[in-house]
């Protein structure tokens, strides 16, 4: 593994590129993927994540987020009759992505750790009791695990609380099969292991897990821009903005896939999560998309046994991996 490192403004980055050819960058700024190129099929380097206008980290591009991924309801909780006063970042009502002193805007601390098989860069952060009006203090690990021979990329989240409290930890990078704006994201060929969506409301939090109707059902690959102007699909989200919960979860199953076939890159998302909120880039021209593998965002109220809680006996400890493959 070649290791390079860097500085984005005044926080640290670590480039890695492994030997089938694929390199990463990380930052310690928000624990994000500010990069992340592979081969197409004729060996030219391409960047599968697109930069939303504004740079990394404008509207979340690439970044660990934290504590709790997505909207919770009225911004708040309660665990074992303590209840959590979140920020109201969302429609003056919700939290969304843990409020504006999220993960997303903490500068983490990094290591790199290396063996023959994989290289580890390591990013910790101590949030403390109180921040953004969760409780519990919590050591968290936001690591990203590059393979040495395979160009698979693991995010691996890890976390001890001092107390019963939730968390809900995601990646937020944008991907574009293309490789170069070469094709909207629109045309690229997706597909999502879930017979079941979230029906959402005009703030965007779930009411209703629901079977998924044509527009959601991505269960044999197709067009992601074959419903997107579909007023179903369109109704307060314009477009995919949509949590999607898994057929079958673990690191043995693909969860999602997004493939171009101008470079012939696939990407294939499996994950130990439950849930994967499936997010085009909506306002900024539909150019990409992402996948925030994740718990019921707003679960703590609908499905509290499967949602995220975690204790100093239950440490928090979920995986994904993004793994890319060529097409000739
Ligand atoms: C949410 C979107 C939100 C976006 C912000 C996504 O995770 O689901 O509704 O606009 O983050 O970049």
Redesign the pocket.
Known sequence: MNIEKGLFKSAETVTLVNSAGMSVTLCALGAGIMSIKVLDRDGEAREVTRLASGGYGA??HGLTIGRTS?RIAHAEFSIDGRTARLEKNNHGEDCL?GGSSGFHSKVFSLRVEQNAEYTDVVFEYDSPDGEGGYFGNVKVQSIYRLYERENKLATIYKAAPDCKTLLNLTN?AYFDMSGDLRAPVTEQVMYINASRVGDLNER?IIERIADVAPQFDFRTPRKVGEYVKDEVVQRYTKGY?HPFFLDARGLDKVACSLYSELSGIKLEVRTTYPCV?V?GDNFDGYKST?F?CEYNPDGIHSTPDDCGVCSPDKPYSETTEFVFTVTK
């Open positions: 509207a979340y997505g992505h937020h965007l903005d909120v997010f992402c925030e």
